[in-house]
């Protein structure tokens, strides 16, 4: 066994009483022939999830490594993973795991490991997801292909989280961190798929080795996907275009093929559409520089946009009941 570090896993824990020790579980259960570390922040939680992380800390000192904030640090808007865990690791390799998530395969670290090692040219291993939604215990599978694959870059930055679950990314150390040009507001699991992409390839396994909590208490989910005002679905969706204004940019100065720049193109395009539908309605596509955007989108995203126009007026018509 090689004395180095070979995988950093990184994970952000706060107020995940509940759910902590499933993540702890799948990390420490790992059967590797090589060294794994585990970076965990607990971010000043104010209920036992410091005490049950550094439990296990006790019981495996040379897996888990934990930081315990006295503050919080997400609210004071530090990026956790970028500017703490990311500069303690040591591995070849990064993993990433939220403390509400969780591995459910013991071998999940050995597959990808094999395979980047093996596959000079990619810059990440992913694989199928259990989604378990909290408020009803009901689960299904991310994804029901049952072959291996690429994954290409327009199904990337087309579809984004959706392409695969930030609980399965192993990611050659390099490419983990998102440059400053390509940083977005409120989320990062977007901006990162996109940067592994134009940087190498991303493998797809068909085996479900990690489970998505949806819906739990103080979640993404739970914030944004239940009753979200028009106000926040705005917001929302501003960011969003923002960052693929970004990375428009981006991939024009760093000279990507115009096979990426078109994808990039279409997206960005659809993202400016949609947002001007949020904020001033559907017919805004009927006229002036919205209908020639919308014209020179392809088939998918026109239907995308059109999507949201149903989709805002069913909302509209909804809330003034």
Request: contains cysteine; proline residues 3%.
């Given at each position: 066994m090689n004395d180095d570090v070979v995988v950093s896993v990184l994970c952000t824990a706060?107020?995940?009483?509940?759910?902590?020790?499933?993540?702890?579980?799948?990390?420490?259960?790992?059967?590797?022939?090589?060294?794994?570390?585990?970076?965990?922040?607990?971010?000043?939680?104010?209920?036992?999830?410091?005490?049950?992380?550094?439990?296990?800390?006790?019981?495996?000192?040379?897996?888990?490594?934990?930081?315990?904030?006295?503050e919080n640090q997400y609210s004071k808007g530090v990026s956790i993973t970028k500017s703490i865990l990311f500069p303690q690791s040591k591995g070849k390799y990064?993993?990433?795991?939220?403390?509400?998530?969780?591995?459910?395969?013991?071998?999940?670290?050995q597959k990808q490991?094999?395979?980047?090692?093996?596959?000079?040219?990619?810059?990440?291993?992913?694989?199928?997801?259990?989604?378990?939604?909290?408020?009803?215990?009901?689960?299904?599978?991310?994804?029901?292909?049952?072959?291996?694959?690429?994954?290409?870059?327009?199904?990337?930055?087309?579809?984004s989280a959706a392409c695969f679950h930030t609980s399965s990314i192993l990611c050659r150390r390099e490419w983990f961190c998102i440059p400053d040009e390509l940083r977005a507001n409120g989320f990062g699991d977007y901006p990162r798929a996109v940067y592994m992409r134009l940087n190498g390839k991303i493998h797809y396994l068909k085996d479900i080795m990690s489970v998505y909590r949806m819906f739990t208490a103080g979640s993404w989910t739970a914030r944004n996907q239940n009753n979200a005002s028009k106000q926040q679905r705005i917001c929302s969706q501003k960011a969003r275009t923002d960052f693929t204004e970004k990375l428009r940019r981006y991939c024009r100065e760093q000279g990507v093929t115009p096979e990426y720049q078109k994808a990039v193109n279409d997206v960005a395009n659809r993202d400016q559409l949609q947002l001007a539908v949020?904020?001033?309605?559907?017919?805004?596509?009927?006229?002036?520089?919205?209908l020639g955007i919308f014209m020179g989108l392809s088939l998918e995203k026109k239907i995308h946009v059109l999507d949201t126009v149903r989709t805002e007026f069913k909302t509209e018509r909804n809330e003034k009941r």
């Open positions: 706060y107020n995940h009483e509940k759910y902590i020790r499933s993540a702890l579980d799948g990390f420490v259960n790992q059967k590797t022939n090589f060294r794994y570390e585990v970076l965990i922040n607990d971010d000043a939680s104010t209920d036992h999830t410091a005490a049950i992380i550094a439990e296990y800390e006790a019981k495996y000192p040379d897996i888990i490594k934990p930081v315990y904030q006295t990064t993993a990433i795991c939220e403390g509400d998530d969780y591995w459910c395969d013991e071998n999940k670290l490991v094999d395979f980047l090692e093996s596959h000079e040219g990619y810059a990440a291993c992913v694989h199928n997801t259990r989604l378990m939604d909290c408020r009803t215990g009901g689960s299904w599978p991310m994804y029901k292909g049952d072959q291996d694959r690429d994954l290409t870059f327009k199904e990337v930055v087309n579809y949020l904020q001033k309605g559907g017919r805004c596509l009927l006229h002036g520089p919205q």
